[in-house]
């Protein structure tokens, strides 16, 4: 009955609809688009941050009211290159790495 062999072919395709630059700028638009997206909400305001934490480092000064990534309050007694001496309480001073100085205290706030 069906003795020979069908095969499923498309149209042929036509001049003009080659499926080149156009057809691959379309397909990496949506990920160009999600990099820009991130690019603004997160990248640029995380780098913000960071340089001006690293501002604030450079800025401590001795009698500067400060706040630690633990949550100690102190006063930085001395600045040197990598650390910073924090005076907590009468006789008792902490020496940390700059970088563990999450904030500086505006003078007028109180304990």
Same mark, same amino acid.
Not at 37 to 45: D, E
Not at 71 to 80: C, D, H, N, P
């Given at each position: 009955m069906f003795?020979?062999?069908?095969y499923?072919?498309g149209?042929?395709?036509q001049a003009g609809q080659?499926?080149?630059?156009g057809?691959?700028?379309t397909s990496?638009?949506?990920?160009?688009?999600?990099f820009?997206?991130?690019?603004?909400?997160?990248?640029?305001p995380?780098q913000?941050?960071a340089?001006?934490?690293r501002?604030?480092?450079e800025?401590?000064?001795?009698?500067?009211?400060?706040?630690?990534q633990?949550?100690?309050y102190g $006063?930085?007694?001395s600045v =040197?290159?990598?650390?910073? !001496?924090v005076?907590? +309480? #009468?006789n008792v001073k $902490?020496?940390?790495?700059k =970088?563990y100085?999450?904030? !500086?205290?505006p003078? +007028? #706030?109180e304990?």
């Amino acid at each position: 009955m069906f003795t020979g062999i069908a095969y499923a072919m498309g149209p042929a395709p036509q001049a003009g609809q080659g499926g080149g630059a156009g057809s691959m700028l379309t397909s990496l638009l949506p990920l160009i688009l999600i990099f820009v997206i991130f690019y603004f909400l997160l990248i640029r305001p995380q780098q913000k941050r960071a340089k001006e934490h690293r501002q604030l480092l450079e800025n401590l000064k001795k009698g500067d009211k400060v706040v630690t990534q633990g949550g100690i309050y102190g $006063v930085v007694e001395s600045v =040197g290159g990598n650390t910073v !001496v924090v005076k907590i +309480s #009468e006789n008792v001073k $902490v020496k940390f790495g700059k =970088g563990y100085i999450a904030a !500086v205290r505006p003078p +007028s #706030e109180e304990e």
